[in-house]
């Protein structure tokens, strides 16, 4: 089974065309890249395969589930980690609250959570900073805290919207790195970038978005 399938799927603002009928799969344990410039509609179709806005018209589904449909977007969450565009973990709550928080939202209890959230913090350097308050993170901080918060569920697909922008060479470096393993335990990764060398770099196959459309992808 495909990990996503996206048939003619659109999304409008007002008069914009922000995802104008795109279609494309993704397989399983697959790294697809979606790559596109600024305003692409990039974040528009993560936003849509992960249930945050609908979808004016197409289909699309996500392990099996219509991301359209009201009662299948909670199911899907559950299987699925979304590392968002801006990083938005809770700004009061020290970095362990705010994933042993995830991890809760996520049914997975409580002392395979503290495992996880400890081997993850430690993974990605914020384990000595656990106790601060997220507010005094900056923002690589914050950005590796959200990946921390994506992982801990251990979901099957990743939606990963440009997780390494604006970040230094060795913050990158390193999400770069966890992707390709995070291939190798045979997740799917759904990966946003506007960097062609990021991509080339870790995907197996791609799409290109360009002003809502898709110009070119991988064959089938
Ligand atoms: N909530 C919104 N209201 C109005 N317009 C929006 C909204 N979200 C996105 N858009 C518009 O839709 C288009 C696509 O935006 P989107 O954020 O999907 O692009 P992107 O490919 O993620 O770009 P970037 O690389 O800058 O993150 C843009 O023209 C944007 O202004
Ligand atoms: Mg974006």
Not at 58 to 81: C, H, N, Q
Not at 117 to 125: D, P, T
Not at 164 to 185: C, F, N, P, W, Y
Request: charged share 30%; proline share 5%; glycine share 8%.
């Amino acid at each position: 089974m495909e990990a996503i399938v996206v048939e003619d799927l659109s999304k409008s603002f007002g008069g914009l065309r922000a995802v104008d009928r795109i279609s494309f799969d993704v397989r399983r344990g697959e790294i697809f890249g979606f790559l596109g410039p600024n305003g692409a509609g990039k974040t528009t179709t993560v936003r849509m395969l992960t249930g945050i806005i609908k979808p004016d018209a197409g289909r699309a589904t996500v392990l099996g589930y219509d991301v359209v449909d009201v009662e299948e977007p909670l199911r899907v969450k559950e299987r699925i980690g979304v590392l968002p565009e801006v990083a938005n973990p809770y700004p009061d709550l020290s970095a362990w609250r705010n994933v042993m928080l995830a991890a809760s939202l996520h049914g997975v209890p409580r002392k395979e959570a503290e495992r996880r959230a400890k081997a993850l913090l430690k993974e990605f350097g914020i384990y000595e900073r656990r106790k601060s308050k997220v507010k005094t993170f900056s923002k690589g901080m914050k950005q590796r805290l959200m990946l921390c918060i994506a992982l801990v569920s251990d979901p099957e697909i990743l939606f990963l919207d440009e997780p390494t922008s604006g970040l230094d060479v060795q913050s990158a470096r390193m999400i770069r790195q966890k992707i390709l393993e995070l291939q190798k335990e045979g997740k799917t990764v759904f990966l946003t970038s506007h960097n062609m060398q990021e991509v080339d770099m870790l995907c197996d196959r791609i799409g290109i978005i360009n002003r809502g459309r898709i110009v070119t992808s991988s064959p089938d």
